[in-house]
Protein backbone atom coordinates (compact mmCIF):
# COMPACT_ATOMS: atom_id res chain seq x y z
CA UNK A 1 0.00 0.00 0.00
CA UNK A 2 2.62 2.26 0.85
CA UNK A 3 4.21 3.16 -3.21
CA UNK A 4 0.27 3.91 -3.93
CA UNK A 5 0.50 6.10 -0.84
CA UNK A 6 3.60 7.68 -0.96
CA UNK A 7 4.33 8.00 -4.99
CA UNK A 8 1.40 7.41 -7.15
CA UNK A 9 -0.25 9.99 -4.85
CA UNK A 10 2.13 12.84 -5.40
CA UNK A 11 3.18 11.57 -8.95
CA UNK A 12 -1.01 12.15 -10.53
CA UNK A 13 -1.79 15.27 -8.54
CA UNK A 14 1.78 16.99 -10.16
CA UNK A 15 0.48 15.51 -13.37
CA UNK A 16 -2.74 17.37 -13.42
CA UNK A 17 -1.25 20.36 -12.13
CA UNK A 18 0.78 20.60 -15.30
CA UNK A 19 -1.79 20.50 -17.91
CA UNK A 20 -1.12 17.16 -19.49
CA UNK A 21 -1.60 16.97 -22.98
CA UNK A 22 0.12 13.46 -24.00
CA UNK A 23 -1.10 9.39 -23.45
CA UNK A 24 1.71 9.17 -21.54
CA UNK A 25 0.71 11.46 -18.73
CA UNK A 26 -3.12 10.59 -18.90
CA UNK A 27 -1.95 6.22 -18.53
CA UNK A 28 -0.19 6.90 -15.29
CA UNK A 29 -2.92 9.35 -13.97
CA UNK A 30 -5.69 6.81 -15.05
CA UNK A 31 -3.15 3.80 -13.05
CA UNK A 32 -3.34 6.05 -10.22
CA UNK A 33 -6.77 6.16 -10.23
CA UNK A 34 -7.67 2.96 -10.46
CA UNK A 35 -5.10 2.05 -8.00
CA UNK A 36 -6.65 4.51 -5.73
CA UNK A 37 -9.72 3.19 -6.33
CA UNK A 38 -9.41 -0.05 -5.60
CA UNK A 39 -7.32 0.55 -2.27
CA UNK A 40 -10.02 2.05 -1.19
CA UNK A 41 -12.49 -0.66 -2.12
CA UNK A 42 -10.30 -3.42 -0.11
CA UNK A 43 -10.99 -4.32 3.48
CA UNK A 44 -8.40 -2.79 5.77
CA UNK A 45 -7.00 -2.80 8.82
CA UNK A 46 -5.86 0.40 11.30
CA UNK A 47 -2.38 -0.47 10.38
CA UNK A 48 -3.48 -0.09 6.46
CA UNK A 49 -6.03 3.02 7.14
CA UNK A 50 -2.78 4.96 9.09
CA UNK A 51 -0.63 4.18 5.58
CA UNK A 52 -3.80 5.43 3.74
CA UNK A 53 -3.86 8.62 6.13
CA UNK A 54 -0.19 9.05 6.41
CA UNK A 55 0.16 8.83 2.32
CA UNK A 56 -2.89 12.00 1.94
CA UNK A 57 -1.64 13.86 4.24
CA UNK A 58 2.44 13.33 2.37
CA UNK A 59 0.81 14.16 -0.93
CA UNK A 60 -1.32 17.26 0.14
CA UNK A 61 1.77 18.85 1.75
CA UNK A 62 4.37 17.98 -0.91
CA UNK A 63 2.28 19.21 -3.92
CA UNK A 64 1.71 22.89 -1.82
CA UNK A 65 5.42 23.00 -0.99
CA UNK A 66 5.99 22.58 -4.49
CA UNK A 67 3.77 25.04 -5.97
CA UNK A 68 5.05 27.45 -3.18
CA UNK A 69 8.53 27.23 -5.27
CA UNK A 70 10.88 25.54 -2.51
CA UNK A 71 13.35 24.11 -4.39
CA UNK A 72 15.33 21.78 -2.33
CA UNK A 73 14.10 18.42 -2.92
CA UNK A 74 15.31 16.97 0.40
CA UNK A 75 13.95 20.18 2.29
CA UNK A 76 10.39 19.50 0.58
CA UNK A 77 10.38 15.93 1.35
CA UNK A 78 11.37 16.41 4.38
CA UNK A 79 8.72 19.27 5.15
CA UNK A 80 5.92 17.14 3.76
CA UNK A 81 7.18 14.15 5.69
CA UNK A 82 6.83 16.11 8.80
CA UNK A 83 3.67 17.51 7.99
CA UNK A 84 2.27 14.41 7.43
CA UNK A 85 3.61 13.00 10.86
CA UNK A 86 1.93 16.00 12.56
CA UNK A 87 -1.25 15.17 10.86
CA UNK A 88 -1.56 11.74 11.65
CA UNK A 89 -0.68 11.80 14.87
CA UNK A 90 -3.60 14.48 14.87
CA UNK A 91 -5.81 12.32 13.59
CA UNK A 92 -5.11 9.91 16.25
CA UNK A 93 -5.62 11.73 19.03
CA UNK A 94 -9.00 13.40 17.04
CA UNK A 95 -10.59 9.80 16.03
CA UNK A 96 -9.49 8.66 20.21
CA UNK A 97 -7.09 5.76 18.51
CA UNK A 98 -4.20 4.62 20.68
CA UNK A 99 -0.33 3.49 19.67
CA UNK A 100 -1.17 0.73 21.71
CA UNK A 101 -3.79 -0.62 18.78
CA UNK A 102 -1.82 0.36 16.02
CA UNK A 103 0.78 -1.61 17.41
CA UNK A 104 -1.22 -4.71 17.92
CA UNK A 105 -2.80 -4.44 14.39
CA UNK A 106 0.78 -4.15 12.79
CA UNK A 107 1.54 -7.26 14.65
CA UNK A 108 -1.42 -8.97 13.79
CA UNK A 109 -1.55 -8.50 10.18
CA UNK A 110 2.21 -9.37 9.44
CA UNK A 111 1.59 -13.17 11.58
CA UNK A 112 -1.49 -13.48 9.62
CA UNK A 113 0.21 -13.18 6.40
CA UNK A 114 3.54 -15.41 8.02
CA UNK A 115 0.58 -17.96 8.89
CA UNK A 116 -0.72 -18.17 5.63
CA UNK A 117 2.42 -18.82 4.37
CA UNK A 118 4.02 -20.74 7.08
CA UNK A 119 0.61 -22.47 8.06
CA UNK A 120 2.42 -24.81 11.02
CA UNK A 121 2.56 -21.15 12.85
CA UNK A 122 0.34 -20.69 15.59
CA UNK A 123 -3.06 -18.79 14.36
CA UNK A 124 -1.86 -15.82 16.97
CA UNK A 125 1.44 -14.77 17.63
CA UNK A 126 2.67 -16.10 21.43
CA UNK A 127 3.67 -14.13 23.90
CA UNK A 128 6.84 -14.26 25.48
CA UNK A 129 7.41 -17.78 27.81
CA UNK A 130 4.01 -19.22 26.38
CA UNK A 131 6.08 -21.62 24.27
CA UNK A 132 6.74 -23.74 27.36
CA UNK A 133 3.53 -23.54 28.60
CA UNK A 134 1.58 -24.22 25.58
CA UNK A 135 4.01 -26.34 22.93
CA UNK A 136 4.66 -23.28 20.84
CA UNK A 137 7.77 -23.78 19.18
CA UNK A 138 10.79 -21.11 20.53
CA UNK A 139 11.20 -19.90 16.94
CA UNK A 140 7.30 -18.56 17.05
CA UNK A 141 7.93 -17.06 19.84
CA UNK A 142 10.97 -15.20 18.70
CA UNK A 143 9.33 -14.16 15.67
CA UNK A 144 6.41 -12.89 17.57
CA UNK A 145 8.87 -10.73 20.11
CA UNK A 146 10.89 -9.42 17.01
CA UNK A 147 7.63 -8.07 15.35
CA UNK A 148 6.44 -6.66 18.27
CA UNK A 149 10.33 -4.98 18.41
CA UNK A 150 9.43 -4.25 14.39
CA UNK A 151 6.20 -2.43 15.48
CA UNK A 152 7.97 0.21 17.78
CA UNK A 153 9.82 1.42 14.72
CA UNK A 154 6.62 1.83 12.73
CA UNK A 155 6.25 5.50 12.53
CA UNK A 156 10.03 5.81 10.78
CA UNK A 157 9.43 2.94 8.25
CA UNK A 158 6.57 4.78 7.46
CA UNK A 159 8.62 8.39 7.41
CA UNK A 160 11.30 6.39 5.08
CA UNK A 161 8.85 5.47 2.33
CA UNK A 162 7.92 9.02 2.44
CA UNK A 163 11.41 10.21 1.94
CA UNK A 164 11.62 7.61 -0.73
CA UNK A 165 8.61 8.30 -2.32
CA UNK A 166 8.92 12.08 -2.52
CA UNK A 167 12.41 11.46 -5.01
CA UNK A 168 10.69 8.94 -6.89
CA UNK A 169 7.62 10.65 -7.39
CA UNK A 170 9.65 13.98 -8.33
CA UNK A 171 11.97 12.04 -10.39
CA UNK A 172 9.25 10.30 -12.28
CA UNK A 173 7.11 13.40 -12.83
CA UNK A 174 10.01 14.71 -14.45
CA UNK A 175 10.17 11.97 -16.73
CA UNK A 176 6.56 11.82 -18.10
CA UNK A 177 5.36 15.53 -17.97
CA UNK A 178 5.59 17.38 -21.41
CA UNK A 179 5.61 20.22 -19.55
CA UNK A 180 6.96 20.00 -15.32
CA UNK A 181 6.93 22.61 -13.16
CA UNK A 182 9.64 23.16 -10.91
CA UNK A 183 13.71 22.62 -11.23
CA UNK A 184 14.65 19.01 -12.31
CA UNK A 185 15.99 16.76 -9.88
CA UNK A 186 19.62 16.30 -9.65
CA UNK A 187 21.50 13.03 -9.50
CA UNK A 188 21.35 10.38 -6.37
CA UNK A 189 24.89 10.87 -6.57
CA UNK A 190 24.55 14.92 -5.47
CA UNK A 191 22.47 13.97 -2.47
CA UNK A 192 23.01 16.30 0.69
CA UNK A 193 21.55 17.93 3.45
CA UNK A 194 22.56 20.41 6.06
CA UNK A 195 25.27 19.13 8.18
CA UNK A 196 23.97 20.72 11.76
CA UNK A 197 21.56 17.55 11.30
CA UNK A 198 24.07 15.34 12.19
CA UNK A 199 22.99 16.15 16.10
CA UNK A 200 20.21 15.11 15.64
CA UNK A 201 22.02 11.77 14.65
CA UNK A 202 23.80 12.25 17.68
CA UNK A 203 21.24 12.76 19.85
CA UNK A 204 18.82 10.16 18.68
CA UNK A 205 21.90 7.87 19.58
CA UNK A 206 22.38 8.87 22.94
CA UNK A 207 18.59 8.61 23.63
CA UNK A 208 18.22 5.43 22.31
CA UNK A 209 20.54 4.46 24.35
CA UNK A 210 19.91 5.62 27.62
CA UNK A 211 15.80 6.43 28.16
CA UNK A 212 14.19 2.80 28.50
CA UNK A 213 12.68 1.42 25.61
CA UNK A 214 8.81 0.94 26.63
CA UNK A 215 8.91 5.10 27.40
CA UNK A 216 7.34 7.55 24.91
CA UNK A 217 11.37 9.54 24.95
CA UNK A 218 12.68 6.15 24.24
CA UNK A 219 10.62 5.10 21.57
CA UNK A 220 10.73 8.03 20.00
CA UNK A 221 14.88 8.16 19.92
CA UNK A 222 14.29 4.86 18.48
CA UNK A 223 12.61 6.22 15.96
CA UNK A 224 14.35 9.45 15.03
CA UNK A 225 17.75 7.21 14.87
CA UNK A 226 16.64 4.25 12.77
CA UNK A 227 15.30 7.60 10.36
CA UNK A 228 18.84 9.36 10.76
CA UNK A 229 20.82 6.37 10.01
CA UNK A 230 18.84 5.76 6.75
CA UNK A 231 19.44 9.15 5.87
CA UNK A 232 22.97 9.37 6.31
CA UNK A 233 23.11 5.63 4.70
CA UNK A 234 21.79 7.36 1.46
CA UNK A 235 24.02 9.95 1.87
CA UNK A 236 27.06 7.51 2.23
CA UNK A 237 25.79 5.91 -0.85
CA UNK A 238 26.17 8.98 -2.71
CA UNK A 239 29.20 9.40 -1.72
CA UNK A 240 30.00 5.62 -2.85
CA UNK A 241 28.28 6.38 -6.54
CA UNK A 242 30.55 9.22 -7.02
CA UNK A 243 34.01 7.43 -6.25
CA UNK A 244 32.44 4.81 -8.33
CA UNK A 245 31.93 6.64 -11.73
CA UNK A 246 35.41 6.14 -13.02
CA UNK A 247 35.35 2.56 -12.54
CA UNK A 248 34.39 -0.22 -14.80
CA UNK A 249 30.48 -1.05 -15.22
CA UNK A 250 31.50 -4.84 -15.13
CA UNK A 251 33.12 -4.27 -11.47
CA UNK A 252 30.25 -1.29 -10.44
CA UNK A 253 27.58 -3.92 -11.27
CA UNK A 254 29.38 -7.04 -9.30
CA UNK A 255 30.10 -4.73 -6.24
CA UNK A 256 26.26 -3.29 -6.51
CA UNK A 257 24.59 -7.31 -6.48
CA UNK A 258 27.42 -8.15 -3.76
CA UNK A 259 25.91 -5.04 -1.75
CA UNK A 260 22.49 -6.46 -1.95
CA UNK A 261 23.11 -9.79 -1.19
CA UNK A 262 24.81 -8.97 1.88
CA UNK A 263 23.11 -5.84 2.63
CA UNK A 264 23.23 -5.37 6.45
CA UNK A 265 27.15 -5.38 6.14
CA UNK A 266 27.18 -3.15 3.71
CA UNK A 267 24.92 -0.34 5.20
CA UNK A 268 26.97 0.41 7.97
CA UNK A 269 30.05 1.30 5.80
CA UNK A 270 27.24 3.92 3.72
CA UNK A 271 26.54 5.27 7.15
CA UNK A 272 29.90 5.65 8.40
CA UNK A 273 30.96 7.10 5.26
CA UNK A 274 27.56 9.55 5.18
CA UNK A 275 28.44 10.46 8.66
CA UNK A 276 31.89 11.57 7.75
CA UNK A 277 31.34 13.74 4.55
CA UNK A 278 29.79 15.68 6.80
CA UNK A 279 33.37 16.79 7.71
CA UNK A 280 35.69 15.85 5.11
CA UNK A 281 33.00 16.65 2.24
CA UNK A 282 34.38 14.07 0.31
CA UNK A 283 32.58 14.10 -3.18
CA UNK A 284 34.29 18.08 -3.41
CA UNK A 285 37.69 16.13 -3.10
CA UNK A 286 36.66 13.60 -5.66
CA UNK A 287 37.67 15.16 -9.72
CA UNK A 288 34.98 14.25 -12.26
CA UNK A 289 36.19 11.63 -15.12
CA UNK A 290 37.98 12.86 -17.74
CA UNK A 291 35.16 14.44 -20.28
CA UNK A 292 32.78 13.92 -17.73
CA UNK A 293 30.59 16.78 -16.70
CA UNK A 294 28.82 16.55 -12.95
Known amino acids: MAPKAFVMGPLAILLLLSRPRTGREWFWIGLSIVAAIVTLRLPVTLTGRTIRAAGAFFTGAFVIVTLLGVRSLFSRTLFAMSAAAATTVGWFVAFGLRWTTLKSAFVSDYWTAWHAVSPGLPERPPLAGEGAVNGVTTTATQMAAALRDASDLLPAVLAIMAMGGGYLAWSWYWRLASEPIGTAPKPFRDLRFSDHLVWLLILSAAGALLMPKTGAPGLVAGNLLLFMLTMYAARGLAVVQTSLRPAPIPFVVVLSVTAILLLPLA ?15 FRRRMAPPEGATR
Open 267 to 281: VVPCVLVGTADTWFD
